[in-house]
């Protein structure tokens, strides 16, 4: 490894890429770095932009790169992603978007010109933007003025983003965000300021976000909101998302929280806390795709199709006699969607039904799903009580979210480097 601890990023700007076999991949053109909100964190480099042959700019996972030097970049794998870069709303291209920015130097008040910018890397070998040469501006042409070394906070307006801003400004920046890119957003800011960003968001942003972030902040943000508010954003949950987050509240809260839910909303985050945790009714989703057997695969296409549904939950629809809503009359089986592509469009669900694999029990633990999901091949698993009703379905990300460490949604844990 001969990578230095701190890199000018305008030095790299036409370096050669290389594999590890030392086959050129193209030149580097910038850097991307994933925007922080606020000043005290400065935004964190997730990797560069290369050109190839044919103008085709395709991005570099930091964590790829195996070292930096004054003549080259060598990558330690051969393996590339070839779909064309795009830069994402919460991130910058360091070259183009801060290179000649006009700025102000706080130890003086004086204005500057951004004439590179370096980046570091800490012991978890995250690397982050840190400071900034800045050229003072003397309004006289034939005079160069003296070259500033700064940290990062200290070159004002560089981004824009402050402790001064006002939610509003903050909610324009953060808007474009998926939901877990804001998640991670709102981890980085501090707790006041995450509260009334989240407090900010309509219910059903806000229920998609808190469903991305760790424990802990999702039960600091819902008791920030009061208890009126909260209930409201609870409705707008995955029943499974909602029970999860209420199964970190004392048993007081959680009655006072649900009594304030409609009832049908309630019902089913009830039942879902009444079961035994790592077990397939404590994971479940109670609302996965149901119809009746003579529901045919036109509906059924309609149905998957639904723009609010998970790609796990959109995988399949489930068979089973009326009533339709959990827990359902006797379960049937399943159908896949590539099952559905195939029928044609007047058949009948019940027709191509699938129900030669066993459906789970409420008590099947953790170990046994991941076991059989793996062996089958499959998305999604039905659950089913003791008279063979459909109680709900086990999905893929349901069992990821078990499996990970507790504390993966953290941005401040430890990770260790991951391909990006």
Known sequence: MTTPNRVYIARLAGLTVFDPNGDQ????RDAVARLRTTVTRPPQVVGLVAEMPMRRRIFLSINRITSIDAESVVLGTGTLNLRRFEKRPNELLVLADLLDRR?????????????????????????????????????????RGHLHQLEWEKARGLIGLSETRGTANLL??????????????????????RDEVAAALDDERLADVLGELPERDQVEILTALGRERAADVLEEMDPDDAADLLSELPPPEQEV?????????????????KYKPGTAGSV??????????????????????????????AAQVFVARAPLATPTGRYLGMVHFQRLLREPPAELVGGVVVNDIDPLQPGTPLPEITRRMATYDLVAMPVVDATNRLLGAVTVDDVLDQTLPADWRDRDAPVGSTDG
Do not use: F, H, K, Y
């Open 284 to 313: 479940m989703t109670s609302e996965p795709i149901i119809l009746p057997p003579d529901a045919t695969v036109a509906e059924a296409l309609a149905r998957i199709r639904e723009p609010q549904l998970s790609p796990a939950v």
């Open 257 to 273: 929280l649900l009594d304030l839910m409609e009832p049908d909303e309630a019902d089913p985050v009830r039942q879902l806390l």
């Open 103 to 143: 700025v102000q130097i706080e130890s003086n008040g004086r204005p500057g010109t951004v004439v590179d910018v370096a980046m570091e890397t800490n012991r978890n070998g995250e690397w982050t933007l840190t400071r900034v040469a800045v050229r003072e501006q003397t309004g006289r042409l034939s005079r």
């Open 25 to 28: 991949v193209g030149r580097v």
């Open 172 to 193: 324009a920046v953060l808007e474009g965000m998926r939901a877990a890119d804001l998640a991670n957003a709102l981890q980085d800011l501090p707790d006041r300021r």
